[in-house]
């Protein structure tokens, strides 16, 4: 055999020990993404929330900060209108998947609860938040999103949830989008 005639052979060896390395290095490459991904999920199993406790709101025992919001009418509501009530104040966005999931269940909470004043404040446009209460049959208000508002009730997403009590107090938060959750928002508050 002549060299001539083993070079072929060689370039041949040495590309198929090119790709057993890339091989190995892409083998590896999962082994290590699989690594961090079971020390992601591990983090976030341990954390109760999967978010640290400063953004979870106001702290309840706060005074609730007034506003005074446009609903989808137009007319002007405050949390001042409901001094002397208990009050669910919602935050929600018609483009969230999970504040879709809630809307009827703050209906139903809405019809069942007579003494707790329902206020949802809505991340959507006039005329998003006008067919949101047309389409969910909405008899409480439904108030546009103010950044400022959303920034002096600390709201860390949506759908988050806060009891307001009858002396304008914070009295419970967290997210919720079933009716048991709103429920038991409003049972944490009153213990």
Known sequence: MTNESKLPTVLLLMLMGIVIL???AIMGLFWRMNQLQ????AALAAS???MPEQEMGLEIGTQAPDF???????SMVSLED???QKVLLACSSTHCPACQEIYPHLRAFSESREDVQVVLISQSSVAENRQLVEEQGFA????MWDDAVAQNY??????FCYVVDGEGMIANAGFANTLEALEALVKGSEE
Do not use: I, K, N, Y
């Not at 079971?38 to 999920?41: A, F, G, M, R």
């Not at 005074?68 to 137009?74: E, I, R």
């Not at 409480?140 to 108030?143: A, D, E, K, S």
């Open 68 to 74: 005074t919001l446009p609903d989808a009418s137009g």
């Open 48 to 50: 109760p929330v999967g």
């Open 154 to 159: 600390q709201v860390p997403g949506t759908p």
């Open 22 to 24: 890339l091989m190995v």
């Open 82 to 84: 409901f001094a002397g």
């Open 140 to 143: 409480f208000p439904v108030l």
């Open 38 to 41: 079971q020390t992601v999920l």
